[in-house]
């Protein structure tokens, strides 16, 4: 099932912060969004006039989507009163939901977004139900009661106390004995042209914190006006990759690159407002398009259903100059068979592919131009009729041939069966193809420029194996 996530949090008529964003990054970062609503805002992305809390209907909204649906994990953020807190607290501890909390109380245009004096309330009701808390230094300040004068990455002993003064107020519950908790105070100016985060992760194991702390850097980017809605979206990147199953520490780290890849493209608004460009750009769009047509090619035949192998097919095609594997997009949950036809277990996706990923990024450094890879069912007779029938060139890789220290490390293993059929061709294949060895199943790759030349080498294929 594909993973949900909840946000409870204030809406935002421009869709740039509160349950708007939450709900486009939940999207983006592939988890399904539900969302309860808090309060009512009225404000444009430089302008806030003011808000109606929605108390009175919070009890009802969480009541429904929590007794429905198997929610783990949620986001907070816009908390406008005390009633508010209270609901909230209780279906935190009814339903035992994972936390993250964006401490939002003043808006990025300025002005209050909630009661003056909630601050207490929070620390006193929600922060020993919160697992990671994202402040920003005026927040963190406010928080620690502490004043934070130096900020330098230099000397970060100031701000490292803060931080373990928040996380002290995450561990009060003693439900919080041996859980692990994090702090991550944003964007902190430094002395230099970059700003950074403060991480603190910890475990409390009888009452000793094993702490570890993480700076991640970023460049400082000069702009005029106001960037609406930063806040919210780090903190439901986050969400929705701890909801995806990584670890605290790979949710913060896949969530600062998440960010830091969409804090280059902006929606400009009137009056000098920016709003962060959470759409999928056209380049990628392209990418996910042609994988979508390949999918399409294949799922409409039955025959293709004999090529899927036992740890089934994928199709993965990479942006022209990728470098990682966030730069490959791929079906997530693979392909196998329904009823006879190939079909997705899930949808396309940018970083959803792994195995083909690898040998994608692993046949750029050789051939630039290969942009996509398909794994394919091995069958020593298909080998023979692909070779006899068609113009493919195809490459047999032995992998006992392997060095020993690539064999226990499985990208070192991509790299290796390319770089064996570069060596010797001086070229990627249209096929490589292995007997497999213990544990690893017989294979053959398909590799292509465009979505166009692999279906017209699909089309080789199946007609050969018909034959």
Not at 60 to 84: E, F, N, R, W
């Amino acid at each position: 099932m594909k993973p949900l996530c909840l946000t409870i949090a204030g809406s935002d008529p421009t869709s740039g912060a509160g349950i708007q964003a939450d709900i486009r990054t939940f999207d983006r970062c592939g988890v399904h969004p539900f969302s309860v609503i808090t309060a009512i805002t009225y404000q444009t992305a430089t302008k806030f006039l003011g808000y109606t809390s929605l108390s009175d209907e919070l009890d009802s909204q969480l009541d429904i989507i929590l007794t429905s649906y198997p929610i783990k994990y949620v986001k907070i953020g816009m908390i406008p009163d005390v009633k508010s807190i209270d609901i909230i607290v209780d279906y935190i501890k009814k339903y035992d939901l994972e936390v993250v909390f964006d401490p939002v109380s003043v808006a990025s245009a300025g002005e209050r977004l909630s009661s003056e004096g909630l601050e207490l309330d929070i620390e006193k009701s929600l922060l020993p139900y919160v697992k990671i808390i994202t402040p920003n230094l005026s927040e963190a300040s406010y928080y620690s009661n502490r004043e934070i004068n130096n900020t330098s990455e230099e000397n970060l002993d100031e701000l490292k106390k803060v931080a373990e003064i928040l996380l002290n107020k995450l561990y009060i519950s003693e439900e919080s004995q041996n859980v692990k908790k994090a702090v991550v105070i944003k964007s902190v100016t430094s002395n230099h042209d970059e700003i950074f985060d403060l991480v603190l992760i910890c475990r409390k194991i009888n009452n000793q914190m094993e702490k570890e702390f993480q700076i991640f850097k970023k460049n400082k980017i000069s702009f005029e006006g106001n960037i609406h809605g930063t806040g919210c979206i780090f903190s439901s990147a986050i969400t929705a990759f701890l909801a995806n199953g990584n670890s605290i520490e790979k949710a913060i780290i896949k969530a600062e690159n998440f960010f830091d890849e969409k804090f280059q493209s902006f929606i400009e608004l009137p009056e000098e407002g920016k709003i962060i460009d959470l759409t999928i750009s056209d380049e990628r769009l392209k990418v996910i398009y042609q994988i979508k047509e390949i999918y399409n090619f294949i799922s409409q035949l039955r025959e293709f259903s004999k090529l899927i192998p036992e740890v089934r097919m994928n199709i993965s095609g990479s942006l022209p100059n990728a470098i990682r594997k966030e730069d490959v997009a791929g079906v997530d949950g693979r392909i196998s068979i329904v009823n006879g036809f190939p079909k997705a277990s899930g949808e396309i996706k940018f970083g959803a592919s792994d195995h083909t990923a690898r040998l994608i990024l692993s046949a750029k450094e050789f051939v630039n131009s290969i942009n996509f890879v398909i794994n394919l069912k091995y069958n020593p007779h298909w080998i023979s009729v692909i070779r006899e029938n068609t113009d493919l060139e195809l490459k047999e890789i032995i992998r006992k041939d392997q060095p020993e220290k690539i064999k226990k490390k499985e990208f070192s293993t991509m790299q290796w069966l390319i770089k064996e059929s570069f060596d010797k061709l001086g070229k990627i294949p249209d096929i490589i193809w292995d007997k497999g060895s213990l544990g690893k199943e017989p294979m053959m790759r398909l590799f292509g420029n465009n979505s166009s030349e692999m279906i017209t080498k699909l089309k080789k294929i199946i007609k050969a194996i018909n034959f």
